[in-house]
């Protein structure tokens, strides 16, 4: 348990680099074990959820060496096809280890994945796509066997773009004799990273970032050295965070591209925003304007992830905007935390009504999930005296070191281990 203080009222100045994309790297290193290779991976941030799958990676045998902000794993051994059940609670990537699993091993038993609790989460799409595939799928209560003798390609039609179905279909698909083609795709970077990543071991892949992703098997290579990209979500909250706070700020490493929606919406809330390539300078006098109504939808639409983010750094905004969830049914559990700071904000169904306040002031709250901590953090910055974030380790199986990157910003915040 970790309680996370924040002393409000400090402006944000300085400029910093953007971590590596958790969403990116958790897919790539499931995928790690898609063929027998060394692989060298750079840009891998230091987060719970990266140990969780390392944890699993060498519960199936692979080799992983750690260094500065880099993986090296070697996946030559891997052998097991069984995932216990401990392991698949930590986090809902460890569900991707099922395509990793039937296209290395032509086996998997696993049990369903653990995770933020954003909704009922149900992985039908993972399951019918690998059955199109040829899997032989048996489910006990949580526990679940997969068996192929041999992967074949399929032509899959996701009723729903999931981020993660369609990374396990990539992932499985490598193997497959055939052609495999998504249809209905997700588009996130995260899915144009991940093909990146298997084209340079060898798989023959194409189109990831549009809604249909073509897989034609692999020629595979020994090894690969690979980088993550920056975070966009990380960066989006910083950025969320200075046009909350006001001040100035540079943020490097994650790529403008992959988040402006967000920095639409700083921007129609009156910050000034400078971007190029992977540089983003942000610049806000602390009063925001409160936009027009945010939906949040798959990429290329806004982020649900940033939903959280954005609603805190509105808190105090002049007017008031709807916002509306589209993507889980559950992703409001920290509105009643931020309500203790003073919000205004109406939650009914799938919308919630923010009317901005002229103050908050600092109470102690409980994170619910990842990004609705990551919000109360950002909300104490706004807050009068101290607020107290009770956490049981969910920002920090998002966040490598925000307490840090807060503080050298010029932020108070710092973190009781109990
Ligand atoms: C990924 O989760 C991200 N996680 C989530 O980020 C993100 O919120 C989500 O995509 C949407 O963008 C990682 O990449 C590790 P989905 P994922 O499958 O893959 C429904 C964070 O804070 N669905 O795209 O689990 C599902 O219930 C996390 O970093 C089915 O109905 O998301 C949801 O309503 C939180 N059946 C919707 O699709 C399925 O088989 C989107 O889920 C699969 C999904």
């Known amino acids: 348990m970790d309680i996370w203080h924040v002393r409000g009222g400090s402006r944000l100045f300085g400029s910093c680099r953007v971590q590596g994309s958790k969403n990116a790297s958790l897919p790539v290193l499931a995928a790690s074990m898609v063929f027998p290779a060394r692989s060298l991976i750079r840009n891998v941030p230091r987060l719970l959820d990266v140990d969780a799958a390392v944890s699993i990676l060498s519960h199936l045998g692979c080799g ?22 401990e392991l698949m609670e930590e986090m809902r990537s460890s569900v991707i280890f099922m395509g990793a699993m039937l296209a290395r091993c032509g086996e998997a038993r696993l049990s369903l994945p653990g995770g933020c609790q954003l909704g009922k989460r149900p992985i039908d799409l993972h399951l019918s796509a690998m059955r199109a595939m040829g899997a032989e799928i048996s489910e006990e209560g949580s526990d679940i066997f997969c068996r192929a003798e041999k992967l074949h390609g399929a032509r899959i039609e996701l009723r729903f773009p999931s981020v993660g179905a369609t990374e396990n279909i990539m992932l499985a698909a490598c193997a497959a004799e055939g052609r495999t083609t998504i249809s209905g795709a997700a ?16 798989a023959h892949i194409t189109g990831a ?144 009504v923010l009317r ?63």
């Open 64 to 85: 992983v060496e750690r260094g500065e902000g880099e993986l090296y794993i070697d996946s030559t051994g891997a052998c097991a096809t069984q995932i216990p059940r």
């Open 187 to 202: 588009r996130e970077p995260e899915i144009v990273s991940l093909q990146q990543y298997l084209c340079s071991l060898g």
């Open 209 to 352: 970032g549009s809604d249909t992703v073509v897989i034609c098997g692999a020629s595979p290579r020994e090894e690969t050295d690979f980088t993550i990209p920056g975070d966009r979500i990380a960066a989006a909250t910083l950025a969320c965070a200075c046009a909350a706070t006001g001040g100035q700020i540079i943020l490097s490493g994650a790529k403008s591209d992959h988040f402006l929606t967000v920095l639409h919406f700083l921007n129609e809330a009156g910050c000034d925003i400078i971007h190029f390539n992977d540089i983003v300078e942000i610049r806000s006098e602390g009063r925001l304007r409160a936009p027009g109504s945010i939906v949040t939808a798959p990429y290329p639409g806004f982020p649900t992830d940033a939903q959280p983010i954005l609603t805190a750094a509105l808190l105090r905004a002049e007017g008031s905007c709807r916002i509306i969830e589209t993507i889980f049914e559950n992703r409001y559990r920290h509105i009643s935390e931020l309500r203790r700071l003073g919000a205004d904000i109406r939650v009914s169904g799938s919308e919630a």
């Open 356 to 418: 901005g306040v002229k103050e908050l002031h600092g109470a102690t709250l409980t994170a619910p999930d990842l990004r609705g901590g990551a919000a109360m953090v950002l909300a104490g910055l706004c807050a009068k005296g101290e607020t107290r974030v009770i956490d049981a380790g969910h920002i920090a199986r998002g966040y490598e070191d925000l307490d840090d990157t807060l503080c050298a910003l010029g932020a108070e915040v710092w973190i009781e281990h109990k």
